[in-house]
């Protein structure tokens, strides 16, 4: 087996690794030791884990609690609703209510066990509660290791958008065991790929050539494509895609600038998951359909060459990624966009690209907007 990666996010005074391999249940003592130790030297009393029942059925969740215990740390499992209705004002008072109950301190710890969700909801918990605590994200979806789990990025939605409340916090570590992903159902795992082709167009243009060199040919919709990529290759591109965001997020901590290139795809993307509810499209296939829209956006705009956009909607249609949008009341999409946090000044802002490794921002015509929705949406 082979060693764990370590990629440091470099924020001043705040750094903490993310640690990236297979099969690190075995390592999670030490991993946790340096970490959870205060400038006492000694580890928190007490940990809330806030995980979902998915994850602890396919056993992610008992080693980590095994680990902390071994460390002297009690353990207490909250067990939060699957899917974006956990990231809910209701959701996050009852978990404050369980750090009161435990009682945590200030120098104990959060642990979120899952994806996204359990990462963005866990993480804005421990920021607000005790006036901020320390958290440990243990991802175990694609998406959450390339993306959600890096940052310091926490919030909830309400039902007028997504992540409209929240709290930059960084976390003491992230570990991304690549192995847990074997465990995923195949379009849980399908949907980080759209975080994935993110990375490959905005940064590493390596990743979008390794996604094709395995794509290729395949069936455009299917789920064959990701299907295909092999275990040593994923872990290569959460290697890449982790040591993009740590790179991006150590020189812009809090979207003042660089970091908002991250947000390629997500400003049309957010709008399609508050609209449809947050249940019929999985945030990484939003991600996708707002891709493709901000690449046509690009062309119609002169901006971006017809042949990057080719290329970016090609890879995701061929990992099975969904390509088109659902029809939606127009008005309501750009209210949606309006309220998001990309907007400024009631403009609505689009990531775009001049070339593979070239974003920018730019606020198109809404005429453009409109009919590139035209040409995407599908009843």
Same mark, same amino acid.
């Given at each position: &087996?082979?060693?764990?990666?370590?990629?440091?996010?470099?924020?001043?005074?705040?750094?903490?690794?993310?640690?990236?391999?297979?099969?690190?249940?075995?390592?999670?003592?030490?991993?946790?030791?340096?970490?959870?130790?205060?400038?006492?030297?000694?580890?928190?009393?007490?940990?809330?884990?806030?995980?979902? #029942?998915?994850?602890?059925?396919? *056993?992610?969740?008992?080693?980590?609690?095994?680990?902390?215990?071994?460390? *002297?740390?009690?353990?207490?499992?909250?067990?939060?609703?699957?899917?974006?209705?956990?990231?809910?004002?209701?959701?996050? /008072?009852?978990?404050? +209510?369980?750090?009161?109950?435990?009682?945590? *301190?200030?120098?104990?710890?959060?642990?979120?066990?899952?994806?996204?969700?359990?990462?963005?909801?866990?993480?804005?918990?421990?920021?607000?509660?005790?006036?901020?605590?320390?958290?440990?994200?243990?991802?175990?979806?694609?998406?959450? #290791?390339?993306?959600?789990?890096?940052? /310091?990025?926490?919030?909830?939605?309400?039902?007028?958008?997504?992540?409209?409340?929240? !709290?930059?916090?960084?976390?003491?570590?992230?570990?991304?065991?690549?192995?847990?992903?074997?465990?995923?159902?195949?379009?849980?795992?399908?949907?980080?790929?759209?975080?994935?082709?993110?990375?490959?167009?905005?940064?590493?243009?390596?990743?979008?050539?390794?996604?094709?060199?395995?794509?290729?040919?395949? #069936?455009?919709?299917?789920?064959?494509? !990701?299907?295909?990529?092999?275990?040593?290759?994923? +872990?290569?591109?959460?290697?890449?895609?982790?040591?993009?965001?740590?790179?991006?997020?150590? /020189?812009?901590?809090?979207?003042?600038?660089?970091? !908002?290139?991250?947000?390629? /795809?997500?400003?049309?993307?957010? !709008?399609?998951?508050?609209?449809?509810?947050?249940?019929?499209?999985?945030?990484?296939?939003?991600?996708?359909?707002?891709?493709?829209?901000?690449?046509?956006?690009?062309?119609?705009?002169?901006?971006?060459?017809?042949?990057?956009?080719?290329? *970016?909607?090609?890879?995701?249609?061929?990992?099975?990624?969904?390509?088109?949008?659902?029809?939606?009341?127009?008005?309501?999409?750009?209210?949606? &966009?309006?309220?998001?946090?990309?907007?400024?000044?009631?403009?609505?802002?689009?990531?775009?690209?001049?070339?593979?490794?070239?974003?920018?921002?730019?606020?198109?015509?809404?005429?453009?907007?409109?009919?590139?929705?035209?040409?995407?949406?599908?009843?």
């Amino acid at each position: &087996m082979s060693l764990p990666t370590t990629i440091e996010v470099a924020i001043p005074g705040r750094s903490y690794p993310v640690v990236v391999g297979e099969g690190l249940t075995r390592l999670l003592p030490e991993l946790f030791d340096g970490v959870l130790r205060g400038v006492d030297g000694a580890p928190p009393g007490r940990a809330l884990v806030v995980t979902q #029942q998915p994850v602890i059925d396919a *056993g992610h969740v008992a080693p980590v609690e095994g680990a902390l215990s071994m460390l *002297g740390v009690d353990t207490v499992r909250r067990v939060v609703p699957d899917g974006e209705v956990a990231k809910s004002v209701e959701v996050l /008072g009852d978990l404050w +209510r369980a750090c009161a109950a435990v009682p945590l *301190g200030r120098g104990d710890v959060v642990v979120a066990i899952g994806g996204g969700v359990v990462g963005d909801l866990a993480g804005f918990l421990a920021a607000t509660y005790n006036r901020g605590i320390g958290v440990v994200q243990v991802p175990t979806t694609l998406l959450a #290791q390339v993306d959600a789990a890096i940052g /310091g990025k926490t919030g909830i939605n309400l039902p007028e958008g997504k992540n409209l409340v929240g !709290a930059f916090h960084q976390p003491r570590t992230v570990v991304c065991d690549v192995g847990a992903l074997a465990t995923l159902p195949e379009r849980i795992l399908r949907e980080g790929f759209g975080e994935v082709v993110k990375y490959g167009l905005i940064r590493d243009a390596e990743v979008l050539g390794l996604l094709e060199g395995v794509v290729d040919g395949g #069936q455009a919709g299917s789920a064959a494509g !990701a299907a295909a990529v092999p275990d040593d290759l994923l +872990r290569e591109l959460v290697e890449r895609s982790v040591a993009v965001k740590a790179d991006v997020v150590a /020189g812009d901590e809090r979207e003042g600038g660089e970091r !908002a290139f991250l947000n390629l /795809g997500h400003t049309f993307g957010h !709008a399609v998951e508050s609209l449809t509810g947050y249940e019929q499209v999985l945030h990484g296939e939003a991600v996708s359909i707002g891709t493709v829209v901000a690449l046509r956006v690009g062309v119609a705009c002169g901006i971006t060459d017809a042949e990057v956009a080719r290329r *970016g909607e090609a890879v995701l249609a061929a990992l099975g990624l969904p390509v088109r949008a659902p029809v939606l009341e127009r008005s309501e999409v750009w209210a949606a &966009m309006a309220r998001d946090k990309k907007a400024a000044g009631g403009s609505v802002r689009f990531v775009l690209l001049e070339d593979v490794g070239k974003p920018l921002l730019h606020t198109p015509p809404r005429a453009v907007v409109d009919r590139v929705l035209d040409e995407v949406s599908v009843g």
